[in-house]
């Protein structure tokens, strides 16, 4: 045999049996970590007294890593806490009614002791799960290794290796801790239930010891909710806060009823503005379906949108409590709110107004340069269009409108906070048009009352036609007091005037 073949065979060899090599180590690999996920879910769950009430902690697999909170048959609360692949499960497995009645009728021990007193057994209850998931993992790695391969050097090799994955994973979880998501839940559940679950936005947006203070405060909602089993605890009403309720594109959906009446007694809201697409066509048989806005029993703010008709906006203005703005400006519940109508009617194009971006945008610019003339500044304005509502960038701190049919929120450069709502109807029949059902979405706004700046803010969506399903995610506001640039000086503004009415 030549040199040369020689070699070449050698070489094959080496390669081949590197090959195996890294073949054999990563099934290794793979059979531990399957058989430590399989000994921490089997055997890694505690239970821990935490107040008057027995948890279940367990360790599950998360891409993201996160705590959920499900408080059975209530609903669940998710907390975004950390960044591992690794995530927490906290169960509510029973409650002690006595001792629960204890915490809630001493309110010197709930305020005085409680936070401390569920801070530290919440802590040993995850110490526990922590020493018991890494017992049960290494367990069950060194067992799975040894029924598979059979011999203890595989399973040696794999238990270091699950070691060396929980010590990452431990790491990981420690370098990306965040104790303040706790003011900030995703609520999944009855929508009965949220307020209580959630907390009132005075608590949540007090940041000091927000941690301690909020899981305080969860307790005592869960327990309040076990204690009274039949009846809903009544919602501790925050009087220091102004609620507005967000809605948008109702397109003629009776859901939508359902869902801003029920909003508006579980919340206790002020005022509702809608921004707009409250009908499909502006037909006069559809101002019937207006007629629900004067059973609320709060102010119902309104704004046209590109669906809706002047006979649409004549109809809503007749109803009780409607407040219809159109280039106008009013106080609604402590805040001044100014309106404008959307310049476009799609159904029949009756209005001879350009919709490309430049031309919607450069309406909501002159007009926020008037609306910066006005002796008395405004709170908060509404309109149809997302382009047109960029215009007003730095008129007010915040600024709402739909249009779209998707939430989403930006702060813009001028520091003013801009909320796209989504379709509170569903978008109506449109809804039929697509494979998955459009979501019905609204949002429950708190502005300080004394200040009038938004201080934090619920996003509620509800799963579409067809779906059941009820999600409530809250925002805290980081900056409430932020300065607001003025609105930039522009060419001369379209026909028409601002009207002012007077304060109620």
């Given at each position: 045999m030549?040199?040369?073949?020689?070699?070449?065979?050698?070489?094959?060899?080496?390669?081949?049996?590197?090959?195996?090599?890294?073949?054999?180590?990563?099934?290794?690999?793979?059979?531990?970590?399957?058989?430590?996920?399989?000994?921490?879910?089997?055997?890694?769950?505690?239970?821990?007294?935490?107040?008057?009430?027995?948890?279940?902690?367990?360790?599950?697999?998360?891409?993201?890593?996160?705590?959920?909170?499900?408080?059975?048959?209530?609903?669940?609360?998710l907390f975004d806490t950390h960044n591992a692949p690794v995530g927490l499960r906290v169960t509510l497995e029973n409650i002690n009614p006595d001792r629960a009645r204890g915490f809630l009728d001493d309110p010197r021990f709930s305020a005085d002791r409680l936070p401390a007193l569920l801070e530290e057994e919440l802590g040993n209850g995850v110490r526990t799960l922590i020493v018991r998931a890494a017992f049960c993992g290494l367990a069950g790695a060194l067992v799975a290794s040894l029924i598979v391969f059979r011999r203890p050097g595989p399973a040696l090799a794999g238990t270091l290796a699950v070691v060396v994955a929980i010590a990452g994973t431990g790491t990981a979880v420690a370098l990306t801790f965040r104790p303040d998501s706790v003011v900030e839940p995703k609520y999944t559940g009855l929508l009965a239930n949220a307020p209580t679950l959630v907390g009132d936005a005075e608590s949540i947006v007090t940041r000091f010891e927000s941690y301690r203070v909020q899981l305080a405060k969860l307790v005592n909602n869960v327990s309040q909710l076990y204690d009274v089993v039949s009846a809903l605890p009544v919602y501790d009403a925050d009087p220091t806060s102004i609620r507005i309720l967000h809605v948008s594109d109702i397109h003629?959906?009776?859901?939508?009823?359902?869902?801003?009446?029920?909003?508006?007694?579980?919340?206790?809201?002020?005022?509702?503005?809608?921004?707009?697409?409250?009908?499909?066509?502006?037909?006069?048989?559809?101002?019937?379906?207006?007629?629900?806005?004067?059973?609320?029993?709060?102010?119902?703010?309104?704004?046209?949108?590109?669906?809706?008709?002047?006979?649409?906006?004549?109809?809503?203005?007749?109803?009780?409590?409607?407040?219809?703005?159109?280039?106008?400006?009013?106080?609604?519940?402590?805040?001044?709110?100014?309106?404008?109508?959307?310049?476009?009617?799609?159904?029949?194009?009756?209005?001879?107004?350009?919709s490309n971006l430049e031309s919607l945008d450069a309406l909501g610019r002159s007009h926020a340069a008037r609306l910066a003339r006005l002796p008395k500044q405004v709170d908060l304005i509404a309109v149809h269009d997302p382009t047109v509502a960029k215009g007003f960038s730095g008129a007010a701190p915040m600024i709402l409108t739909g249009h779209s049919h998707e939430r989403s929120t930006e702060l813009l450069p001028s520091g003013s906070r801009l909320l796209v709502q989504g379709s509170t109807g569903g978008a109506g029949l449109r809804a039929l048009e697509h494979d998955e059902p459009t979501p019905v979405e609204a949002s429950v706004l708190y502005f300080d009352a004394d200040t009038h700046r938004l201080r934090a803010w619920d996003d509620i969506t509800l799963g579409g036609l067809g779906e059941q399903s009820v999600q409530i995610q809250r925002h805290v506001e980081t900056e409430p007091g932020r300065t607001i640039s003025p609105v930039p000086t522009i060419a001369p503004s379209p026909t028409g005037s601002i009207t002012v009415t007077p304060t109620p």
């Open positions: 030549k040199f040369a073949d020689w070699t070449q065979r050698t070489r094959r060899l080496a390669t081949g049996r590197a090959g195996r090599r890294i073949a054999r180590g990563t099934a290794v690999v793979a059979v531990a970590l399957a058989g430590a996920w399989l000994g921490i879910m089997l055997g890694g769950a505690v239970r821990s007294n935490v107040g008057p009430v027995e948890l279940g902690l367990s360790a599950e697999p998360s891409w993201t890593g996160e705590t959920v909170l499900d408080a059975h048959p209530f609903g669940t609360l003629l959906s009776p859901i939508a009823w359902n869902l801003i009446r029920s909003i508006t007694t579980q919340f206790k809201i002020d005022a509702i503005i809608d921004t707009g697409d409250l009908t499909d066509h502006g037909t006069g048989p559809e101002d019937k379906f207006v007629e629900e806005i004067g059973t609320f029993g709060v102010p119902y703010v309104f704004v046209r949108g590109n669906h809706d008709s002047m006979t649409t906006q004549r109809a809503v203005r007749r109803q009780k409590g409607a407040v219809v703005l159109d280039d106008s400006a009013k106080t609604v519940a402590g805040l001044r709110v100014y309106g404008l109508g959307d310049p476009r009617f799609t159904p029949d194009k009756s209005v001879s107004v350009d």
